[in-house]
C-alpha cells in the first residue's frame, strides 16, 4: 500500500474532532508554503499578478479549468516539439 493511501486511511480512522485538526494543521502548512514561495517572487512579478487580479475582478478577463489550461499546454508542446523536429 502506498504511503499516502496508509495516511488517508489513518485520518479516515481519527474521530471528527481531530480530523477537523489534522486538515487545520495541514492548510496551515500549505498556506506557509505559499507564503514562503510568494516572497521568492520578484516585484515585477507581484505587479502583474496583481494587474491579473484586478482585471478579473473588474470581469475583463475569465478563470478557466486547470484541466482546459494544462490540456492547452501540453497541445502547445506538442506543436512545438514539432515544429524543431522538423528543423
Given at each position: 500500500m502506498s504511503v499516502m493511501k496508509e495516511l488517508l486511511n489513518s485520518a479516515l480512522a481519527l474521530s471528527q474532532k481531530d480530523?477537523?485538526?489534522?486538515?487545520?494543521k495541514l492548510l496551515e502548512s500549505l498556506?506557509?508554503?505559499t507564503k514562503e514561495t510568494t516572497?521568492?517572487?520578484?516585484p515585477e512579478w507581484m505587479d502583474e499578478?496583481?494587474?491579473?487580479?484586478?482585471r478579473y475582478e473588474r470581469g475583463e478577463t475569465q478563470a478557466r479549468e486547470w484541466?482546459?489550461?494544462k490540456a492547452d499546454l501540453e497541445a502547445y508542446l506538442r506543436r512545438r516539439q514539432a515544429r524543431?523536429?522538423?528543423s
Amino acid at each position: 500500500m502506498s504511503v499516502m493511501k496508509e495516511l488517508l486511511n489513518s485520518a479516515l480512522a481519527l474521530s471528527q474532532k481531530d480530523r477537523g485538526k489534522l486538515i487545520a494543521k495541514l492548510l496551515e502548512s500549505l498556506e506557509h508554503e505559499t507564503k514562503e514561495t510568494t516572497a521568492q517572487l520578484s516585484p515585477e512579478w507581484m505587479d502583474e499578478i496583481e494587474r491579473r487580479i484586478e482585471r478579473y475582478e473588474r470581469g475583463e478577463t475569465q478563470a478557466r479549468e486547470w484541466t482546459e489550461v494544462k490540456a492547452d499546454l501540453e497541445a502547445y508542446l506538442r506543436r512545438r516539439q514539432a515544429r524543431r523536429a522538423k528543423s
